[in-house]
């Protein structure tokens, strides 16, 4: 699904094959030092990603979800590489990146994001079409074709060229800005877009416009989406796969429809229950998740989870669970689901 | 606490940067630095002993660190000029030249923020004009000619103040009665117009700025009364204002060389200038470097006691 | 499946919106304060320029019978200086080095100190502990102290003052420049453009600069004024400008001691430097303001 009007070098033809995963994270660890105040005495570090593995398959929209701090942002960037991991792989459509088959700019073509502040995304100072014509300049394309280009970008995300085009930032509401920050993103035809809370700072009438408008991109486009959002109800609406993370671990990754309906992990189920309840007859009286949210410097021992989760004992103080495959295709970072994790509890097998 | 302790760790190799560069200052000065102690027909033997003496023959680093222990110990070297210890001349300036920022920083303070305080309460009405306008002719004045002018007005048309000078004993005697205080008058007030200028500005902003916060509204729909809002606004600025003081106290001691000039003032920067011109090494190397700790120490200074006042600081 | 985007026809803009620069030169032309201040300025350096031309007398015609003339002697307008010279043929011959002594260092100051800031706030990490450590040295001493002591020891003469004080002022700017740079490097626009593989040079060219030059030019137009006062200063001490060459600092140094008999000639350079300095801070106060639009 190539665009034969780029460029050959800007092509990005299919190299695995529809079976092989887009993307394939191993082991990613990322960890900030805090500034020792008194030097010589190392201080702590924020363990941000702490090893987090998974893949995204092509085609689909990964959902990436959890409370703040979880790493969830860190992750998106590490996927960008805009900040190196510490230790850890990055395979895309298997080709290491970074490496000989991949260098960083091919594979910065192929990968492009979008945040969640639409103001600050923007250089103030240049015009719409400029900061969209920015990144095929970049990869070499000429000036009148990248105005183009950006222009014919700004009509397929619905701003009309010649009356958007010549402004400026300051000049358009949050919903255009966003939608002018996805043109930027499709420039050069990536075949990934990572999506960081892209429209938690949107109105609701907006934020469904914007949804509407990347789901026709990406049938259009052929896109595989990452994204990431706090708010339960909008990856539900747009993903097909959710992955969950807890202080920069995955706890669980499933399908859409299954992991709402039956959530394995006690963490998914405390975040899914603490949805405000729709019906009034039946609120929701009891916070489902109790205690303090976590401090990513110092974990709690063994589960992360230990501390807040309704089902916890001894054992779970003492060893940290890996992600178990006992439920197929639905990995659960759980001692519940681990036959030898020494769990009273089981986690039955759904389907 | 621990900002304070890194601050003052950090002063150190500042201080030791301040000094190489005080030192480096002579051997960057163009011609023989023994010139304005040899006699133009003096014999080699002669230039090679002074040579010793002074140390001049020596590797960089090596004269550095003598003089620089030296200075530890209070010996900043010898005037050429008077054959005078540097260390006793300088601390004779200092002080004179404190007394005379001093005094200015306090007329400069005082007015300025009174302007400032008008300025910010009554934004945008004819005072805060008046008073943005003066402090820009404040920081706009070249303040030597400004001496000059009131001199001419004061000395030279009424006779009300002397024109030059620290005392009718010269700066040997000072004592704080109006013999000797008219001969302050008039360089005071003319240093003060700078850091009138700048204070005014500072705190006209400052109050501006606190008067427009939101919480100023609700605390005065809660009945709050103007006194009070007043109290508030005070307790907020004073922090700054004083730290703004400190640094114009100490702008005032190291740009002091302009107005003592014009007055005659026996401080630092009249000592500086006849250092400059008579070619007098050690004197210039150690009335700098005094100068130069001295701002250096009182940056801290008000650092610290900014922090102490103000917990939100927390400056990286 | 190929793919081909329809390319729109090449529709002309409806709404070209004006640049930064294009509205905040409008809203500076609207201030009547500021554009008084341009407009003296602009008399002052078309006075400097075409002095020759427009001087009444010979600068340096020097004569002891007519020394110290006061203002409104026929022939001198503005009477004569210490030696006999015309002062206001000096006055407008000095306007030259002065205004030269006043810009020239602040413009080359945030020539190198912009290049210094902006690589200590956009590179980070050591080299922007070693640029800013070195900043502060010189940093720790009083502008006018550091001046004098650098001239002091360097001798007087036009090129030393100039290097003098762009060393005083370099530090400033650099300070300003990284401040700036640091800000804008953590926007999301530059992540967004390392996103999408450009370059560091390519970023700072195309989104950096464009962010950070104008606070600044904006810091850096506020130094002039005190360039002017400061290089002034340098001359009204025997450091600067060497007689007979005419400045207005220099001037005021010589004509000190005729204060008890011409004071207001003797006043005269200093309403000159006094109304420049004053008129450039206008201006630049007139261009802060204008710069602040709110986005």
């Given at each position: ?8 070098a ?18 990613l ?6 500034k ?9 570090v ?25 790493g ?71 000036a ?14 619905g701003?009309e ?77 747009l ?5 969950v ?51 990513p ?14 089902m ?40 | ?220 729909a ?44 026996p ?50 | ?12 803009l ?10 905040v ?10 554009m ?42 503005l ?77 007087a ?104 008999t011409q ?28 710069m602040?639009?709110?986005d």
């Amino acid at each position: 699904m190539t665009d034969t009007t780029l460029p050959e070098a800007l092509r990005n033809p299919d190299v695995g094959g529809p079976a092989q995963p887009l993307v394939i994270a191993r082991d990613l660890v990322k960890h900030f030092p805090l500034k020792s105040k008194i030097p010589g005495r190392r201080a702590g570090v924020v363990r941000a990603v702490d090893g987090v593995g998974f893949e995204v398959r092509k085609g689909e929209t990964l959902g990436v979800v959890g409370e703040s701090g979880c790493g969830k942002s860190t992750t998106a960037r590490l996927l960008m590489q805009l900040i190196e991991q510490d230790s850890g792989e990055l395979i895309f459509d298997a080709q290491g990146v970074g490496s000989a088959q991949l260098p960083m700019k091919r594979f910065r073509s192929q990968v492009q994001m979008v945040f969640q502040d639409s103001y600050s995304s923007l250089n103030p100072r240049l015009t719409i079409e400029e900061s969209i014509a920015f990144t095929a300049r970049v990869h070499g394309i000429g000036a009148a074709e990248a105005s183009a280009r950006a222009r014919a970008l700004l009509d397929r995300v619905g701003l009309e060229p010649a009356r958007f085009a010549g402004r400026y930032p300051h000049e358009l509401s949050g919903g255009q800005r966003q939608r002018v920050n996805i043109a930027r993103a499709l420039v050069l035809r990536p075949r990934l877009v990572i999506l960081d809370e892209a429209v938690s700072a949107l109105d609701k009438s907006v934020e469904a416009q914007v949804l509407n408008l990347l789901l026709e991109l990406k049938a259009e486009f052929d896109l595989t989406y990452v994204f990431i959002s706090h708010d339960l109800n909008v990856i539900r609406y747009l993903c097909d796969r959710v992955m969950v993370m807890y202080l920069g671990k995955v706890v669980e990754v499933g399908d859409t429809e299954t992991l709402y309906a039956n959530p394995a992990h006690p963490y998914t189920r405390a975040l899914l229950a603490s949805m405000p309840a729709t019906d009034p007859d039946h609120r929701t009286l009891v916070a489902p998740l109790a205690g303090d949210p976590p401090n990513p410097i110092n974990p709690p021992s063994g589960c992360s989870f230990h501390p807040r989760c309704a089902m916890a004992e001894a054992v779970c103080a003492r060893r940290a669970p890996a992600l178990s495959d006992a439920l197929a295709g639905h990995p659960v970072a759980c001692l519940m689901a681990h036959a030898d994790g020494g769990h009273s509890r089981q986690l039955a097998a759904t389907t | 606490m621990t900002y304070l302790l890194r601050r003052i760790v950090y002063a150190i190799p500042i201080l030791l940067g301040v000094a190489l560069l005080c030192f480096s200052l002579v051997h960057i000065a163009p011609g023989d630095p023994l010139v304005s102690v040899l006699p133009p027909d003096a014999s080699e033997e002669l230039r090679r002993q002074l040579t010793a003496l002074y140390g001049f023959d020596k590797p960089f680093l090596e004269q550095f660190v003598h003089w620089l222990t030296r200075a530890l110990h209070g010996d900043l070297g010898t005037s050429i000029a008077t054959n005078r210890p540097v260390m006793s001349e300088v601390m004779t300036a200092v002080i004179n030249s404190v007394r005379l920022a001093a005094v200015a920083t306090l007329i400069g303070f005082t007015f300025g923020c009174l302007f400032g305080f008008v300025a910010g309460y009554f934004r945008d009405s004819a005072a805060d004009r008046t008073a943005s306008f003066l402090s820009v002719f404040g920081v706009s004045m070249p303040h030597y000619w400004l001496g000059m002018v009131l001199v001419i007005v004061f000395s030279v048309f009424l006779g009300w103040l002397p024109a030059t000078g620290a005392g009718p004993g010269g700066s040997g005697d000072w004592q704080w009665d109006w013999e000797h205080i008219q001969y302050m008058v008039l360089p005071a007030v003319t240093m003060s117009v700078i850091p009138m200028g700048i204070v005014a500005r500072t705190i006209r902003a400052l109050v501006a700025e606190i008067l427009s916060n939101e919480f100023i509204v609700g605390l005065k729909a809660r009945g709050l009364s103007e006194l009070a809002v007043f109290r508030h606004v005070l307790k907020n600025v004073a922090p700054t204002a004083l730290s703004v003081m400190g640094l114009q106290l100490g702008y005032l001691l190291g740009g002091s060389i302009l107005i003592e000039t014009v007055f005659s003032w026996p401080g630092t920067g009249f000592l500086l200038n006849s250092a400059i011109f008579q070619r007098d090494f050690p004197l210039l190397q150690g009335t700098i470097l005094v100068l130069a700790v001295f701002f250096v120490l009182l940056n801290l200074l008000v650092d610290a006691l900014q922090t102490l006042f103000d917990p939100r600081i927390q400056r990286n | 499946m190929e793919m081909t985007l329809k390319k729109p026809a090449a529709a002309p803009l409806v709404q070209r919106s004006p640049g930064y620069w294009t509205t905040v030169g409008r809203r500076l032309l609207r201030n009547k304060l500021a554009m008084l201040a341009a407009l003296i300025l602009l008399a002052l350096v078309l006075m400097a320029l075409f002095a020759p031309a427009l001087m009444p007398s010979d600068p340096y015609a020097a004569s002891i019978l007519k020394r110290l003339k006061p203002v409104g002697t026929e022939h001198y307008p503005l009477g004569t200086d210490e030696l006999g010279r015309d002062m206001l043929s000096r006055l407008m011959l000095g306007a030259r080095l002065s205004l030269f002594m006043g810009i020239t260092p602040v413009l080359i100051a945030f020539v190198i100190g912009s290049a210094l800031g902006i690589v200590a706030g956009y590179a980070g990490g050591w080299t922007n502990t070693v640029i800013m450590r070195l900043v502060d040295i010189l940093y720790a001493f009083p502008s006018v102290l550091l001046a004098i002591a650098l001239s002091g020891t360097l001798g007087a003469g036009v090129g030393n003052a100039l290097l003098s004080l762009t060393i005083v002022f370099v530090p400033q700017i650099v300070r300003v420049a990284e401040s700036v740079t640091t800000q804008v490097r953590n926007r999301e626009f530059v992540d967004a453009a390392r996103a999408s593989g450009a370059s560091s040079l390519t970023i700072v060219r195309a989104h950096v600069l464009n962010n950070v030059l104008g606070p600044i030019f904006v810091y850096a137009t506020s130094l002039i004024s005190v360039s002017m006062i400061l290089a002034s200063g340098l001359s009204f001490l025997g450091l600067g400008v060497k007689p007979p060459e005419p400045e207005w600092g220099l001037m005021l140094n010589t004509l000190r001691t005729a204060i008890y008999t011409q004071p207001w000639v003797a006043a005269l350079p200093g309403a000159m430097i006094f109304m420049t300095s004053i008129s450039f801070n206008l201006l630049a106060d007139g261009i802060r303001s204008a710069m602040e639009i709110k986005d």
